[in-house]
């Protein structure tokens, strides 16, 4: 799970790095959770399509609640 809240911009360089981490979730069969996006981050995720291949939740409650229920 990858909490931005403490993230007010997305650069090419953290997209770089958050898709590499996307790549060895899906590699390990697992689900990469991202939650607490501002709306500039997320209008970037909305950007470049990674709101189709994340599961994104507003907040880490959320997020934490709902890790039993991800299905790979």
């Given at each position: 799970m990858v909490?931005?809240?403490?993230?007010p911009y997305m650069d090419s360089c953290r997209l770089?790095?958050?898709i590499k981490a996307l790549q060895i979730?899906?590699?390990r069969k697992t689900k990469l959770?991202?939650?607490?996006l501002s709306t500039?981050?997320?209008s970037v995720f909305e950007l470049?399509?990674?709101?189709t291949?994340?599961?994104?939740?507003?907040?880490?409650t959320q997020a934490v609640l709902a890790q039993p229920y991800?299905?790979?």
């Open positions: 909490d931005l809240a403490l993230a770089s790095t958050l979730t899906r590699a959770i991202v939650c607490n500039r981050v997320r470049s399509r990674l709101t291949v994340l599961t994104i939740f507003e907040n880490h991800i299905s790979s």
